[in-house]
């Protein structure tokens, strides 16, 4: 639903990641307003950018787009009834919406994931028609190979038989084991299965980009935030 004409305890209740009974009574105890002056009536439906809780603005907006450091050992699901999920660690905030990784990674594999709700831009970000580039650094249990170098360039032949679109492995750095692997397609344990063709098995593999959006070298294993504007416009062109 749009911000404008949404009933103010669900506006706060979004917009400040408290559940319903919380945000009615921050509004019944007077601390939200809307339009300067205080609101107690929980089904007003004023201008979402009119509206404050303790005088800060509630910034209520329509999407949320967080950028995650995962670390190795959660899982990229909203929800697992075993292990801890990366929802899990937003600790509590936007737990009133709905969000999900837009794309997986593996419970070993680390770095970005991008958390939201716009089914949308996921959608645009994951669709193999649009050939969002994803960026890995990748530890090989064995040097990177020529022959697996131009594999990747003319497109890997898995076990199964998939026939997997043209990709990049490039050396990273100078230890021979380190590779840069670009992606343009989302195939269930794509990179592993892929070196795994030529024998080598993956000892680690961290996601550095999706499209133009890098993961932020600020973040800690396990640390989020939201994305930036500029961040959100050029993954939104
Ligand atoms: N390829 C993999 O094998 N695992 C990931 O997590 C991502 C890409």
């Given at each position: 639903?749009?911000?404008?004409?949404m009933?103010?305890?669900?506006?706060?209740?979004?917009?400040?990641?408290?559940?319903?009974?919380?945000?009615?009574?921050a509004?019944?105890?007077g601390?939200?307003?809307?339009?300067?002056?205080?609101?107690k009536?929980?089904?007003?439906?004023?201008?979402?950018?009119?509206?404050?809780?303790?005088?800060a603005p509630?910034?209520?907006r329509?999407?949320?787009?967080?950028?995650?450091?995962?670390?190795?050992?959660?899982?990229?699901?909203?929800?697992?009834?075993?292990?801890?999920?990366?929802?899990?660690?937003?600790?509590?905030?936007?737990?009133?919406?709905?969000?999900?990784?837009?794309?997986?990674?593996?419970?070993?594999?680390?770095?970005?994931v991008?958390l939201?709700d716009d089914?949308?831009?996921?959608?645009?970000?994951?669709?193999?028609?649009?050939?969002?580039?994803?960026?890995?650094?990748?530890?090989?249990?064995?040097?990177?190979?020529?022959?697996?170098?131009?594999?990747?360039?003319?497109?890997?032949?898995?076990?199964d038989?998939?026939?997997?679109?043209?990709?990049?492995?490039?050396p990273?750095?100078?230890?021979?084991?380190?590779?840069?692997?670009?992606?343009?397609?989302g195939?269930?344990?794509?990179?592993?299965?892929?070196f795994?063709?030529?024998?080598?098995?993956?000892?680690?593999?961290?996601?550095?980009?999706?499209?133009?959006?890098?993961?932020?070298?600020?973040?800690?294993?396990?640390?989020?935030?939201?994305?930036?504007?500029?961040?959100?416009?050029?993954?939104?062109?």
């Amino acid at each position: 639903m749009a911000g404008q004409g949404m009933r103010l305890d669900r506006l706060v209740c979004e917009a400040a990641g408290l559940t319903r009974k919380q945000a009615r009574a921050a509004i019944a105890a007077g601390r939200v307003c809307a339009g300067g002056a205080v609101c107690k009536m929980p089904d007003a439906r004023p201008d979402p950018a009119a509206v404050t809780l303790d005088g800060a603005p509630l910034l209520w907006r329509p999407f949320v787009y967080i950028m995650l450091n995962k670390p190795a050992g959660v899982v990229s699901a909203s929800r697992d009834t075993r292990a801890q999920t990366v929802t899990d660690l937003l600790g509590g905030a936007f737990a009133r919406r709905q969000l999900f990784p837009a794309g997986r990674l593996d419970k070993d594999s680390t770095g970005l994931v991008l958390l939201t709700d716009d089914g949308a831009l996921a959608h645009d970000i994951l669709s193999p028609g649009r050939h969002v580039p994803k960026v890995y650094e990748v530890t090989l249990d064995t040097p990177l190979t020529a022959q697996m170098r131009a594999g990747f360039a003319a497109g890997v032949t898995l076990a199964d038989g998939t026939v997997l679109a043209p990709a990049e492995a490039e050396p990273a750095g100078p230890d021979p084991c380190r590779a840069r692997v670009v992606l343009r397609q989302g195939v269930y344990h794509q990179i592993k299965r892929m070196f795994g063709v030529y024998g080598a098995g993956v000892v680690a593999l961290h996601r550095v980009a999706i499209g133009p959006l890098a993961l932020d070298p600020a973040l800690a294993p396990g640390q989020w935030r939201e994305l930036t504007e500029e961040e959100l416009a050029v993954l939104q062109k």
